[in-house]
T-cell receptor
Framework: GENVEQHPSTLSVQEGDSAVIKCTYS??????FPWYKQELGKGPQLIID???NVGEKKDQRIAVTLNKTAKHFSLHITETQPEDSAVYFC???????????WGAGTKLIIKP | ETGVTQTPRHLVMGMTNKKSLKCEQH?????MYWYKQSAKKPLELMFV???????ENNSVPSRFSPECPNSSHLFLHLHTLQPEDSALYLC???????????FGPGTRLTVL
C-alpha cells in the first residue's frame, strides 16, 4: 500500500526567509497531493494541492512542486511570517480508493 | 470556523466507561470521516461514511463503534478503551470522498 514520508519533522527559519518541506510517496498510481496546515487547537486545513497532470502550482507565497518520476513533492513558503508557524502535513491519494495517506507532519517555527 | 463542529472538546474517561464523540457538519457534504491523531505520527483514518453508508473501516478495534444517522451527523461510540487510545480524534467532511476535507477542531481524549 501507499506510504508517505515527510521531512523534516521540525523546521525553524528566520522570519522573511523561505521554508521547504519535502514528501516522498511509494505508490506510482497516486495522483492527488494536498498540503494541510494545522494550527494549535484546530484541525488541519487545506492550503494548497496539486494533481499529477501538473508539475507546479503557486498561490501567493505558497507553492507546491511535484516530481512524478522521483515520486516526491515539496511545499515552498516564501517570505515567511509569524502566522506561518504551524504543523504542516502532506498527503497522497489514488483514484482506486478514497483514502488520503498522510505524512507524519512538520512543525514549522518562524523566528522573529 | 470550518463548518465542522465536534463535542466535547476534551474528554477524560476510565477504561470501563462508555462515552460518545459527536461531530456535526453544516456544509451540506455527503462524506464524513473519523481520524485518530497521535503525537508525531501520521493521521490514521478510522472510518469513512458516504451518503450515510460506511465505505471504509481500517481494521479499527471493535471498542470504537461509529454511527452516521444522517449526512450531517457522525458519532463515535467508545467503550472499554485502553490507555493507548488516548489521542486527538478528528472529524472531517467533504462534498464527495475524493474532494477537499474540512476538519473539526477535534476531541482530546484521555483514557485513564
Amino acid at each position: 500500500g501507499e506510504n508517505v514520508e515527510q521531512h523534516p519533522s521540525t523546521l525553524s527559519v528566520q522570519e522573511g526567509d523561505s521554508a521547504v518541506i519535502k514528501c516522498t510517496y511509494s505508490d506510482s498510481a497516486s495522483n492527488y497531493f494536498p498540503w494541510y496546515k494545522q494550527e494549535l487547537g484546530k484541525g488541519p486545513q487545506l492550503i494548497i494541492d496539486i494533481r499529477s497532470n501538473v508539475g507546479e502550482k503557486k498561490d501567493q507565497r505558497i507553492a507546491v512542486t511535484l516530481n512524478k518520476t522521483a515520486k516526491h513533492f515539496s511545499l515552498h513558503i516564501t517570505e515567511t511570517q509569524p502566522e506561518d508557524s504551524a504543523v504542516y502535513f502532506c498527503a497522497a491519494e489514488t483514484d482506486s480508493n478514497y483514502q488520503l495517506i498522510w505524512g507524519a507532519g512538520t512543525k514549522l517555527i518562524i523566528k522573529p | 470556523e470550518t463548518g465542522v463542529t465536534q463535542t466535547p472538546r476534551h474528554l477524560v474517561m476510565g477504561m470501563t466507561n462508555k462515552k460518545s464523540l459527536k461531530c456535526e457538519q453544516h456544509l451540506g457534504h455527503n462524506a464524513m470521516y473519523w481520524y485518530k491523531q497521535s503525537a508525531k505520527k501520521p493521521l490514521e483514518l478510522m472510518f469513512v461514511y458516504s451518503l450515510e453508508e460506511r465505505v471504509e473501516n481500517n481494521s479499527v478495534p471493535s471498542r470504537f463503534s461509529p454511527e452516521c444517522p444522517n449526512s450531517s451527523h457522525l458519532f463515535l461510540h467508545l467503550h472499554t478503551l485502553q490507555p493507548e487510545d488516548s489521542a486527538l480524534y478528528l472529524c472531517a467532511s467533504s462534498q464527495d470522498p475524493d474532494n477537499e476535507q474540512f476538519f473539526g477542531p477535534g476531541t482530546r481524549l484521555t483514557v485513564l
